[in-house]
Each structure stands twice: as C-alpha cells, then as structure tokens.
C-alpha cells in the first residue's frame, strides 16, 4: 500500500509525502527564520515538532537543536544517518494513520503554515560555491558557436571542470536580478563597450548541497561521495555572455557570472530521489581510478524552463531538459572537488553547470537556442536573442513516480534595468 499522509496533498502537487523537501521560513515577517518541510500546500514547522518533542530517535532526541536554528548547516553536518532519522520521524508524523500530530488540534494549528503565508529564505548559509561544466551536450555547442566546430577541450573527458563561483551573490527564487554592467568586446579600433549586460542570459542547472564535508587534506571517495550530499535544488546561474566572453580569458569567469545566482527554497534529499536513479552516460575514455564509480548514476529529473516576457500575462516554455543528461555524476564532481585535499563543509553549493540535452529544446540557455543571438526566438509576437528587463524565467523540476511527483517547485527571477 502507497504511503499516504492525513494531510490532502493534490495529484499534481510538488510536495506529497514521499518528497518532504527542506527549506527555511518565516511563519510571519515578525517571526524569526526556522526549518521546515514542504507537505502539500503546507509547510510543517520543524521547530514546533523539536519542541514538543518528536525527534525522538537515539541521534535527533540529543541534537534537535538543530531545528531551533535560522539555516539548515547544523542539520546538514549530523549526516546521513540523522537525515534518515528525521524522513522516518516526518514521514511516519504526517501518514494517515499516525495520531500523534493528526489528531492534536493544538498542534497541528501551531506546525502546519500555508504555504501561502510562508516567507520563503536562503535554506542554507552558503560559504562556498562551486560551478561545474558538466554537460557535454552543452560543452560541444559552446565550441561550435565559438570555434565553429564541437571543440571539446582535450581535459575535459578526464575531469569535471569547475570554477569558484561567488556564494554572496547567491540568492533565493523570487529574487530580482539586476542588470550587470560592465565590459565588453571591442569594436574595430574603438576601446571596449562599457555598460548595461546587452547579452543576458539564463542557465539551467541543478546545484547539490554538501552535508558534513571533509576535513582539510583528506579527499572523498568517489564511492562515499554520497553521503556529502543533503539534496538538490533548482538554479539559475545568470549569465552576462557579452563581459563573460570579454574577461574569460585566461583566468575563466568573473563579473559576467557573479552578479546573481538563483536557487530555489526546497531541497529535495538524495533519499527522496533514489526511486528516480538511472544509468549515467558511459564515459569514454575510462576515468582515472579516483573517479571511477561502482555504481554511476544520474537522476532521472524533468526540468523546464519559461520565459514570461515583459509586460505580458503568458509565459512561453523555452527548454525542456533532463538532469539525466549530465555526463559527470553528482558523486564525480565532488569527489574531483576534494581530490587535492580541499575541504567542503556543511552548505557548501556545487553547481553542476548549464543542463543541455541532445534535442533542440532541450538547449539550456539562451547561448545556444539563439546561436549567441543569431536565430532570434519568436515569442509571443516579440523576439527575443536574450532576455529584456522585465523578463521573468521561471525553472521547474519534478520527477515522475507511481502516482506521485516529488519536485523541487520553482526557481524564478525578473530582471530589472540596470542601476548608473
């Protein structure tokens, strides 16, 4: 029999209780921040359930503080055998045939916020953030639009290529992005453009969230690369392609990336995904030992990108994408993060690059759907190269199980015009 919980959860929604995805939240703007889950069109009060006492497993019962807390890092550093801890408290709290919060009228008044009336935050405190270029689908339409040719640089078959990105900048779904300003490529003889971003851009990605980390000097095994990832969440890692190209060189990017990172609130566990493993791409040629995998597995995750231009009440769908695409794993490129001895730590952001697939609509940023602007876009009787202010991209992602979705909500931003 499926597992069902006493709270009415609709077909369609994001959040039944095979998902109970993490987040941060206000009950109302004069409370303080605390931990939740998303059940439904609820969100159920972590610190309302510490404190009446229901985290009582042999780790939680002496470490439910971490529920008190305005982030989810003190959660996150337990590991994985505390996280299991709580889905099983959670899930067996909020299933139809559990009293002791269904039948508690005081509360079930107190723990269970609509949704509606939750104020959303940054889930995590981000110390670190990493992006990676994970896709090859992606990485041989970028020498195509650039080189004329599917130029895959010579490492990139032998190790997942990152860059550090900036964690300050990192901001939560519904947050606007300012246009950047900055430089461009010269024109002829001129000296380069210096102003507003006019090549904006989405990128469709997914980030993992680091639970304990390793201590400094002492890498992850590939094959416990695992147990250092809480969960996934949605990203749009913004990008301004025009100083991006300019700065690239030689030292990677910089302004045209850090000036806003979006994620979105929930992050869905590893354990929630696990019914949505699949086989990874293989890879040719072989990895290296330390990043060989017994098990290489991606998740099988239905992403989508919107654009809703402008002015207009209709959003447009622009990308139809997989994480199942990538060719590096989750488990491979944080393995490859701490193989020179680098230290993660809990809420650490690992990004795994823009999600492109092999289908025309499954292109995961404007870059490559517009051949760096040379095919405008029809929509909704405008055109578009790159995005405009007042351009909302809404990402969405959810998988798809035996009556049941577990997703991830959604990932938004508008953009608004460049500040003098």
């Not at 090859?136 to 490492?155: R, S």
């Not at 806003?260 to 086989?279: M, N």
């Not at 447009?316 to 199942?324: A, C, Q, Y």
């Not at 701490?338 to 492109?356: F, H, K, Q, V």
């Amino acid at each position: 029999m499926a597992l069902k919980s006493f709270i009415e959860v609709r077909p369609d929604s994001h959040f039944p209780i095979q998902n109970l995805p993490y987040g941060v939240f206000k009950p109302s703007p004069e409370s303080t921040a605390r931990p939740g889950v998303a059940i439904g069109d609820y969100v159920l009060d972590l610190s309302e359930v510490a404190s009446a006492g229901l985290f009582d497993g042999p780790i939680l019962k002496n470490s439910s503080d971490c529920f008190h807390q305005p982030n989810l890092n003190k959660f996150l550093a337990l590991g994985r055998p505390a996280w299991k801890e709580a889905r099983a408290t959670l899930q067996k709290l909020l299933s139809s045939t559990e009293t002791t919060l269904r039948d508690n009228t005081n509360l079930r008044h107190k723990s269970l916020v609509p949704k509606e009336k939750a104020e959303m935050l940054l889930p995590i405190a981000i110390g670190d953030y990493t992006d990676f270029f994970s896709s090859m689908h992606h990485t041989e339409n970028c020498g195509l639009i650039f080189q004329g040719k599917p130029a895959i640089p010579p490492n990139w078959f032998h190790l997942p290529i990152g860059y550090h990105g900036r964690a300050s900048s990192v901001v939560i779904s519904g947050t606007d992005i300012i246009r950047p300003r900055g430089q461009g490529h010269p024109s002829g003889n001129s000296p380069p453009y210096f102003g507003p971003s006019l090549k904006l851009d989405y990128e469709l990605e997914m980030a993992a969230v680091v639970g304990p980390g390793n201590e400094l000097g002492k890498p992850v095994d590939v094959n416990q690369a695992a147990d250092h990832i809480f969960g996934l969440v949605l990203m749009n890692d913004w990008s301004a392609r025009d100083i991006q190209g300019w700065e690239t060189v030689p030292l990677g990017p910089f302004l045209g990336k850090s000036f806003g990172t979006t994620i979105s609130p929930w992050i869905v566990t590893l354990e929630a995904l696990e019914p949505f493993a699949c086989d990874a791409p293989k890879q040719e040629p072989q990895p290296l030992p330390y990043l060989a995998e017994k098990i290489s597995k991606n998740f099988d995750i239905l992403l989508e990108v919107k654009i809703k231009p402008a002015g207009q009440k209709d959003s447009i769908v622009f990308t139809k994408s997989n994480l199942k695409h990538l060719y590096w794993t989750l488990t491979q490129q944080l393995a490859h993060h701490t193989i020179n001895g680098c230290n993660l730590r809990p809420g650490d952001l690992l990004g795994t690059g823009t999600i492109s697939g092999p289908e025309p609509e499954s292109l995961g940023c404007l870059l490559e759907l517009t051949w760096n602007g040379q095919r405008p876009l029809s929509l909704n009787g405008t055109t578009r190269t790159f995005l405009e202010d007042g351009d909302e991209v809404i990402i969405t992602g959810h998988c798809k199980g035996d009556g049941y979705i577990v997703g991830f909500g959604t990932c938004e931003g508008k953009i608004v015009p460049s500040r003098p």
